[in-house]
Every structure is written in structure tokens, then in C-alpha cells.
């Protein structure tokens, strides 16, 4: 069972670096969401893609994120010139887009911002 | 995007049954209710879900009250295992958006050996 994968598992980088963290969905969902997860709070939606196109995007999503996924497989999350406020576990799910199917999460990148 | 409310913690012993509850007051007619659990470490998992009539399967049941207010998630027979934080969100059936899931704080399970 190849589940939804997501690298690194962890990153530690210092205020004002770039990162990119990658999702690998379960291959045939054609839906992928990015979430956030803060310590002791419930995981927060930041964007959703169905198949290559990004149909929403949360406020949370300021100017310095941005998500993609070319031809609709994996999916990428940049974070640019990163803040110590950014600290957190970015999680990815993905899931088969009909009707209310479950969503599929990874383990999540957790993110250290020095 | 309708409120669940569930209670912050909640502690049982293993190899005993676990009701988890959830109150949700201003569901609509429309609205599936939803469990996913986060185990330590983990990304949050699908435990089951339903409309009106209770569920069961390999994970847990759901029960599901008459005016659709409330709901319980039961392990019938916890296990160290199920230690976890367990959510309990509403989705809309009719939403033609993301069918994103909103998750509140929910109530973290401890279960004691």
C-alpha cells in the first residue's frame, strides 16, 4: 500500500531561506490539499488542487507560499523568504475526487525556522 | 462551515469500551458526519463516517442521534494503540468545492495499560 509520501520529514533552516517540501499522492487521486498543523492545534487548510489546476487557496496562503502540481501527479510548497512564525508540520492528503471520499494524509514535514 | 464541539481530553482503560461524543447543533440536512484520528506523530487517518443511520466497521461504530445534534464514536475494545486525538468534522454533501476538511481542536484519548 503505497500511501501518500511527503519530503523531507523534517527541515531546519534559517530565518529568511527558501524551502520546498514535496508530496507524492496515492497514484489515480486526482485531489490534493496542503494543510498546516500547528503543536496542540487541528491541522489548518491552506490550498486544494484538483488534478493540475489549484482551485482554492486559504488566506492563511500569504504571498510567500505557493503550491504547485504539474501535470496533476506530485505536488510542491515553496515557502519563500521563511519567518520564525512559519514553524510547523506541513501536511499533505490527496484523495479520489467523488463525492465525500475520504482524504489520505502523509506524515507530514515538520519545519524549523531558526 | 457548520461547528462541531467535542471535549478537549478524554481517558479510558484498555480493553475497554470508549464513547467519544461530539455536539453539533447547527448541522444541516446535508451534512455527513465525519471521525479522523491523528496518532502521535501521524498524519490524521479516516475512521468512519455517516448520514442518519448508525455505522459500524473494522475500526469503530458510529452512533448517530435522532435529530442528527450529537453523534459517538465507540471503540468497542480500546487498545494502547488507539491513543489519539480524535476529530469529528461535518462535510456538506452538496459543497462543489474542495470537499476540504475543517478541523477543530478535538478530543485527545489517552488509554491506560
Known amino acids: 500500500d503505497t500511501g501518500v509520501s511527503q519530503n523531507p520529514r523534517h527541515k531546519i533552516t534559517k530565518r529568511g531561506q527558501n524551502v520546498t517540501f514535496r508530496c507524492d499522492p496515492i497514484s489515480e487521486h486526482n485531489r490534493l490539499y496542503w494543510y498546516r498543523q500547528t503543536l496542540g492545534q487541528g491541522p489548518e487548510f491552506l490550498t486544494y488542487f484538483q488534478n493540475e489546476a489549484q482551485l482554492e487557496k486559504s488566506r492563511l496562503l500569504s504571498d510567500r507560499f505557493s503550491a504547485e502540481r504539474p501535470k496533476g501527479s506530485f505536488s510542491t510548497l515553496e515557502i519563500q523568504r521563511t519567518e520564525q512564525g512559519d514553524s510547523a508540520m506541513y501536511l499533505c492528503?490527496?484523495?479520489?475526487?467523488?463525492?465525500?471520499?475520504?482524504?489520505?494524509f502523509g506524515n507530514g514535514t515538520r519545519l524549523t525556522v531558526t | 462551515d457548520a461547528k462541531t464541539t467535542q471535549p478537549n481530553s478524554m481517558e479510558s482503560n484498555e480493553e475497554e469500551p470508549v464513547h467519544l461524543p461530539c455536539n453539533h447543533s447547527?448541522?444541516?440536512?446535508?451534512?455527513?458526519i465525519h471521525w479522523y484520528r491523528q496518532l502521535p506523530s501521524q498524519g490524521p487517518e479516516y475512521v468512519i463516517h455517516g448520514l442518519t443511520s448508525n455505522v459500524n466497521n473494522r475500526m469503530a461504530s458510529l452512533a448517530i442521534a435522532e435529530d442528527r445534534k450529537s453523534s459517538t464514536l465507540i471503540l468497542h475494545r480500546a487498545t494502547l494503540r488507539d491513543a489519539a486525538v480524535y476529530y469529528c468534522?461535518?462535510?456538506?454533501?452538496?459543497?462543489?468545492?474542495?470537499?476540504?476538511?475543517?478541523f477543530g481542536q478535538g478530543t485527545r484519548l489517552t488509554i491506560n495499560p
Open positions: 468534522i461535518l462535510r456538506d454533501a452538496w459543497d462543489q468545492g474542495a470537499q476540504k476538511l475543517v
Open positions: 447547527t448541522i444541516s440536512g446535508t451534512d455527513y
Open positions: 492528503a490527496s484523495s479520489l475526487g467523488a463525492g465525500l471520499s475520504p482524504l489520505h
